[in-house]
């Protein structure tokens, strides 16, 4: 049985549910190189939000895209959780909320600017999901958006200049409209993994201690 659990975990990849992230067209940053044209776009020319680039290029030597089912809802690990803002393309601010399942309680972090970053911990560790104020707030957890995939999630595996990261850390790419570049809001966060990953590591007894893993509300 222990065997079939963990084998199921990680035959996760091969059954990918990945989300198209669009190059913008607009001048502004694309999340990362490579992505395909927005269908219908208009031709670049328009406002620029700090010129062309590829942000996770700019941070990071070595990432991996994240199952779209996968990155929902999210655990703090033991010590906390640290978020920095690493690009912005719209006025949004950070936060999350402990209930999964509605969204209240929303807590801000207040960060919305590349550089700014903030911590949170829950003492004895638990689910959280994020949120992004606007026009309102969007979540990760899609069934809070009305069924829409609002957030893209990359595992970093290299930080810039080849060294490994000392906890798992992983970058969100945020979508407030309709053109789908995920780049509205970029931030980092450390000391976190998704739910799966943590329910996985629990499975292998390697988490950390002082997590507790409770069943969804």
Do not use: H
């Not at 490579?34 to 269908?39: C, Q």
């Not at 803002?85 to 600017?113: D, H, I, P, Q, R």
């Not at 290299?158 to 990261?165: A, E, I, N």
């Amino acid at each position: 049985m222990f065997i079939t659990i963990v084998c199921a975990f990680m035959a996760v990849p091969a059954m990918a549910d990945m989300t198209n992230v669009y190059d913008t067209t607009y001048n502004e940053w694309d999340l990362v190189s490579g992505l395909p044209a927005l269908p219908g776009a208009p031709n670049p020319g328009g406002g620029s939000s700090g010129g062309a680039g590829d942000i996770l290029d700019t941070y990071y030597d070595s990432w991996t895209r994240i199952d779209d089912d996968f990155d929902q809802m999210w655990l703090d690990l033991n010590g906390g959780v640290t978020v920095t803002a690493k690009y912005t393309s719209n006025t949004l601010t950070l936060g999350y909320s402990l209930n999964e399942n509605t969204g209240a309680g929303f807590v801000s972090l207040e960060v919305g600017t590349p550089g700014q970053t903030a911590s949170f911990n829950f003492a004895d560790g638990d689910y959280f999901i994020w949120g992004v104020t606007g026009a309102g707030t969007q979540w990760s957890n899609p069934a809070l958006n009305g069924g829409t995939d609002r957030i893209v999630t990359y595992r970093i595996n290299k930080l810039l200049g080849g060294s490994t990261p000392l906890v798992p850390t992983y970058v969100f790419g945020f979508e407030d409209g309709t053109d789908w570049d995920y780049q509205d809001l970029v931030w980092e966060a450390t000391n976190v993994v998704p739910v799966p990953g943590a329910v996985l590591l629990g499975i292998l007894g390697l988490s950390a201690a002082g997590i507790k893993l409770r069943k969804f509300a």
